[in-house]
């Protein structure tokens, strides 16, 4: 695992950007794994403008999504299919029947599920996924106790969650109790990871999950089990992390000796 921490979000935000453009050179059709939240909104921002400003290609990405609410319609204004439209699958040239975001009106979950586990599977598995990290730990909708084997499913959301998000509708009541998620499991067999995280409110939680023990109750310390994650964060986020001041020192020494490949040396 590396771990950079980046003094701004918008610094993080490029250097993310730049992690993602790197792997669309090497491989005009990979496979990327999407997540939402106000986290990445700042790295699609900077590839939006890479497409616009230096023709960074998407016409052969493929996308999956990593969760969605159960029954929000994807017009929704609080549907993660609505928020990828707006912030990002619009304003690049990729090609709509390669866009895949969990259906929150399937009528049969557990068959969409398996379909959607087979999706990524057909598709030659995900090349790069992008995660966020809720306040409780969580990546997608892996609730604390989720198993760290699991797959894509329907899950309960926990009252943390629910209160987390109440800001993004009229009333509290509006806000989505189940949402259909990638497991830990599926998500740990991507090729290459990113998580991203910004803000002092995460800082605890980041340090639990990168420094602590790996246990089901923090499903994003999974990831430390996995052989290519690079952690980014801004400086508030990174400010409980023990090890700081290393990962600083191991970040400023390959930027001096190897600056192309930042972000990829462990």
């Not at 499903?219 to 400010?239: C, F, K, N, P, Y």
Request: with cysteine; net charge negative.
């Amino acid at each position: 695992m590396e771990i950079i921490i980046a003094d701004t979000y918008e610094e993080m935000s490029e250097l993310a950007a730049d992690m993602i453009e790197r792997q669309l050179l090497r491989k005009p059709s990979s496979v990327l794994g999407l997540a939402t939240g106000s986290t990445p909104v700042g790295t699609y921002k900077v590839l939006v403008r890479k497409h616009k400003e230096e023709g960074l290609d998407f016409s052969k990405v493929i996308t999956f999504n990593l969760d969605e609410y159960l029954d929000l319609s994807p017009s929704h204004s609080q549907s993660y299919r609505y928020f990828m439209d707006h912030n990002l699958f619009n304003h690049i040239n990729v090609d709509p029947k390669n866009i895949h975001v969990p259906y929150g009106h399937a009528s049969e979950v557990e068959e969409f599920c398996e379909w959607y586990e087979e999706e990524i599977k057909r598709a030659g598995g995900i090349d790069l996924q992008i995660l966020g990290i809720g306040a409780d730990g969580h990546i997608a909708f892996n609730e604390p106790g989720s198993s760290l084997g699991s797959r894509t499913r329907l899950k309960t959301l926990t009252q943390q969650t629910i209160e987390d998000n109440a800001r993004f509708f009229d009333n509290p009541e509006e806000v989505p109790r189940f949402a259909i998620t990638m497991g830990v499991g599926t998500i740990l067999e991507a090729k290459q990871i990113i998580l991203l995280a910004n803000g002092a409110k995460k800082a605890d939680i980041v340090a639990q999950a990168l420094e602590g023990p790996i246990t089901a109750q923090v499903s994003a310390s999974a990831l430390q089990m996995h052989r290519q994650v690079t952690v980014i964060l801004d400086a508030e986020a990174g400010s409980k992390l023990k090890r700081a001041d290393y990962y600083r020192w191991v970040f400023q020494e390959k930027k001096r000796l190897v600056p192309r490949l930042v972000g990829k040396v462990t």
